[in-house]
């Protein structure tokens, strides 16, 4: 059972199965959790809730945005440098310069 101070995670990836694993795990360990399947709406998120946010998981490719979960990541720790980041992908790693300091992929 959660309390209501439990803090909340912000799950980003446009695969509901691995996002619906994503929220279970991270509900499991304490969490309340948020959804959103790309980008866009994942800002959308964070700009109504980031004071209550403490953790971004998010996947690299989320059609059909243009934007990627790199940029989110990038967007987070810059507009919210409370929150702390995790990158995941299966098919791509991050380059030089491409991830904000502190997160992890």
Request: with cysteine; proline share 7%; hydrophobic share 45%.
């Amino acid at each position: 059972m959660l309390e209501d101070d439990s803090p909340y995670a912000l799950v980003a990836d446009d695969d509901a199965f691995i996002a619906m694993d994503a929220c279970q795990i991270l509900e499991d360990a304490g969490f309340r959790t948020f959804q959103a399947a790309n980008v866009d709406a994942a800002l959308a998120v964070l700009k109504e809730n980031a004071k209550s946010i403490q953790l971004l998981f998010s996947d690299v490719q989320m059609p059909p945005s243009e934007r990627d979960g790199f940029e989110l990541a990038r967007l987070t720790a810059e507009s919210w440098p409370h929150i702390c980041i995790i990158v995941t992908s299966g098919v791509e790693k991050p380059g030089p310069g491409v991830m904000p300091e502190g997160a992890r992929f």
